[in-house]
T-cell receptor, first 117, second 113 residues
């Protein structure tokens, strides 16, 4: 079965500190992994993705994520958090070896990031 | 480009009423999908389409119908609204279903009383 887990419902960090939002996945094949961000009363926005190649991928707004196949993780990171980073973050996974139905995108439940001044 | 647009932004229905949530995209994307977002549940896929004339069920399709007569439009129909369908609905599109990221609309907040 395919799934994605975000073990923390909430992450709180001080502005200027590094942040990490955790994501682990379970797919049978080689995954495509995505991070999306949702600001209040808005739709989701794409941040970054891992398809293949370098395990460290860089995305929008200074975010990056590291793919770790042995730990089946894809944690989102930022070296220095901003108050404006406060939002709901979703990890998503797709198994491209499956068909169009089972190979769909699976979302985690989301992690609320709060960055205080 | 307007991207993905959804109407209405807010809607209140009575139990048993029907309605259609509209979704349109101007990016010539093949793949479109409908999700519902509920607190603590993340996003759950309702229906999706891989191209005009082709639709399929997602994770939670009961009580919803879709059709895809054009590349641009992908309406979601609630046949007989129930309080359990109170949710925020998002439409999304992408170039394909593989490595492409999805573009999301602003959402429709639906309340069924």
């Amino acid at each position: 079965a395919q799934s994605v887990a975000q073990p923390e419902d909430q992450v709180n960090v001080a502005e200027g500190n590094p942040l990490t939002v955790k994501c682990t996945y379970s797919v049978s094949g080689n995954p495509y992994l995505f991070w999306y961000v949702q600001y209040p009363n808005r739709g989701l926005q794409f941040l970054l993705k891992y398809i293949t190649g370098d395990n460290l991928v860089k995305g929008s707004y200074g975010f990056e994520a590291e793919f770790n196949k042995s730990q089946t993780s894809f944690h989102l990171k930022k070296p220095s958090a901003l108050v404006s980073d406060s939002a709901l973050y979703f990890c998503a996974v797709r198994d491209p070896s499956r068909g169009s139905t089972l190979g769909r995108l699976y979302f985690g439940r989301g992690t609320q990031l709060t960055v205080w001044p | 480009n307007a991207g993905v647009t959804q109407t209405p932004k807010f809607q209140v229905l009575k139990t048993g009423q029907s309605m259609t949530l509209q979704c349109a995209q101007d990016m010539n994307h093949e793949y479109m999908s409908w999700y519902r977002q509920d607190p603590g549940m993340g996003l759950r896929l309702i229906h999706y389409s891989v191209g005009a004339g082709i639709t399929d069920q997602g994770e939670v399709p009961n009580g919803y119908n879709v059709s895809r007569s054009t590349t641009e439009d992908f309406p979601l129909r609630l046949l007989s609204a129930a309080p359990s369908q109170t949710s925020v609905y998002f439409c999304a599109s992408s170039r394909g279903q593989g490595a492409s990221e999805q573009y999301f609309g602003p959402g429709t907040r639906l309340t069924v009383t």
